[in-house]
């Protein structure tokens, strides 16, 4: 656990195309943290795979081709966090886990149809799975624990390139909060940010 602790934590936001590296300690939002380091965002040649997946993948029927302007239900007006960028986030439990996808105010990356084609969509994530263990059972694929957990890995794949060694990537909160929506949690209960963070890339 206290290895954990030290590790520095990855940020990325959708209106700046640099990745952050912040210490894992924090009192207050990762939001407002200053970084350790800025790089570039590096995309290797793996790092299109899952884009490749997504362009032999036949579309879902939900597949939404624009953009759409998300808006919280209205349960979640009055919890929006101060550190919200984007009008979408929910409360997070630590603050290493509370960011949104923006430096600034603007629209939510979830918003996007990347977001719903190459992060949501049961086809890609299906043949991501089956792509990293073709003899899997493809009923153990469906369960929407693996579900989920792919579509975190898709998403830091996506939005962060190739992290610096040791590090982990936080997902924006929106963003964790849309794949879990998706892909619930059969008893409600996640495990955070380790659990993200830690899933392989493609």
């Avoid at 919890?79 to 939510?108: I, K, N």
């Amino acid at each position: 656990v206290e290895n954990e602790k030290r590790r520095p934590l990855c940020i990325s936001f959708v209106d700046a195309d640099t990745v952050m590296l912040v210490k894992h300690q924090l009192k207050k939002s990762i939001q407002e943290a200053k970084p350790l380091s800025v790089q570039l965002r590096k995309h290797g040649p793996g790092s299109m795979k899952a884009f490749m997946n997504l362009l032999q993948s036949p579309p879902s029927q939900n597949a939404d081709m624009g953009m759409r302007v998300l808006k919280p239900p209205k349960h979640h007006l009055k919890t929006l966090p101060a550190w919200c960028r984007c009008g979408c986030c929910l409360p997070m439990p630590t603050p290493q886990e509370q960011l949104c996808c923006r430096r600034h105010q603007g629209q939510c990356i979830t918003a996007s149809p990347l977001f719903s084609q190459l992060v949501l969509d049961r086809h890609v994530l299906n043949a991501v799975l089956l792509y990293r263990d073709p003899l899997r059972d493809p009923s153990e694929a469906n369960s929407n624990d693996r579900l989920r957990h792919c579509a975190y890995s898709l998403f830091i794949d996506w939005r962060f390139g190739e992290l610096q060694p040791g590090s982990l990537a936080v997902i924006s909160s929106c963003s964790v909060w849309k794949i879990r929506e998706q892909y619930p949690s059969g008893d409600g209960r996640y495990t955070g940010l380790c659990s993200q963070s830690a899933v392989p890339n493609l």
